[in-house]
């Protein structure tokens, strides 16, 4: 059946120190099973990408892993992953994972995690893409950095237009409803070959 939706879900690949940040996770991943979507995600099964892949299947959803070899070989695939892909680069990995891709979502995470989120929202402003970007600010987890992004405004290098295209929010449920709800109304074409 196709998925009435599909999520790319950047995340940690450690659990993080608060049993809250698992929690949340598998809240994301049944939210995304119980409303017919699609997961798309890394591939892993450490950490908080482990929690909401799994939660995803337990909730009779699609998950979509994007995994480069080298990851596979040191054995940190989820092999219960609907679809595995095994890619030859890191480059690939993420150009696949965006467009599968309608909606991209970040939980708490460690640099990759950043990395993702700061990848896509480039994409974003720099019009590859016309998918919505959320970051999930679980418990403050990102009040620095949201700070920091105010400071480079103030300071000149950033808009207040490209704060826009981000959606922040605290409740996980609200901030995928809203993702996808975006997300049906993007209509601007994939130019990510261009990338
Ligand atoms: P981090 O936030 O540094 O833990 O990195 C997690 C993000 O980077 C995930 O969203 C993945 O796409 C990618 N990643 C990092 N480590 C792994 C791993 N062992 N297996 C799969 N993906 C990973």
């Given at each position: 059946m196709?998925?009435?939706?599909?999520v790319c879900v950047y995340c940690g690949s450690?659990?993080?120190?608060?049993?809250?940040?698992?929690?949340?996770?598998?809240?994301?991943?049944q939210w995304i099973g119980e409303h017919g979507?699609?997961?798309?995600?890394?591939?892993?099964?450490?950490?908080?990408?482990g929690v909401v892949a799994d939660a995803t299947l337990a909730a009779g959803g699609r998950v979509i892993g994007v995994i480069p070899k080298a990851l596979v070989e040191k054995e940190w695939a989820h092999?219960?992953?609907?679809?595995?892909?095994?890619?030859?680069?890191?480059h690939e990995r993420k150009r696949?994972?965006?467009e599968y891709a309608d909606a991209f979502l970040s939980l708490p995470g460690g640099i990759g995690?950043?990395?993702e989120f700061f990848e896509v929202w480039t994409w974003r402003q720099l019009g590859y893409h016309a998918k919505p970007v959320g970051l999930l600010n679980l418990n403050g987890y990102y009040d620095h950095l949201l700070a920091f992004l105010a400071t480079s405004v103030s300071s000149g290098f950033m808009n207040d237009w490209?704060?826009?295209?981000?959606?922040v929010a605290v409740e996980p449920a609200a901030l995928l409803e809203q993702l996808v709800q975006v997300a049906g109304m993007a209509t601007e074409g994939l130019r990510l070959d261009q990338i």
């Amino acid at each position: 059946m196709t998925p009435a939706f599909s999520v790319c879900v950047y995340c940690g690949s450690r659990p993080g120190a608060d049993p809250g940040f698992s929690e949340t996770a598998r809240q994301v991943g049944q939210w995304i099973g119980e409303h017919g979507g699609q997961l798309v995600y890394g591939g892993g099964r450490n950490g908080l990408m482990g929690v909401v892949a799994d939660a995803t299947l337990a909730a009779g959803g699609r998950v979509i892993g994007v995994i480069p070899k080298a990851l596979v070989e040191k054995e940190w695939a989820h092999t219960g992953c609907t679809e595995l892909h095994v890619v030859d680069t890191m480059h690939e990995r993420k150009r696949i994972m965006a467009e599968y891709a309608d909606a991209f979502l970040s939980l708490p995470g460690g640099i990759g995690t950043l990395e993702e989120f700061f990848e896509v929202w480039t994409w974003r402003q720099l019009g590859y893409h016309a998918k919505p970007v959320g970051l999930l600010n679980l418990n403050g987890y990102y009040d620095h950095l949201l700070a920091f992004l105010a400071t480079s405004v103030s300071s000149g290098f950033m808009n207040d237009w490209q704060m826009d295209l981000i959606h922040v929010a605290v409740e996980p449920a609200a901030l995928l409803e809203q993702l996808v709800q975006v997300a049906g109304m993007a209509t601007e074409g994939l130019r990510l070959d261009q990338i």
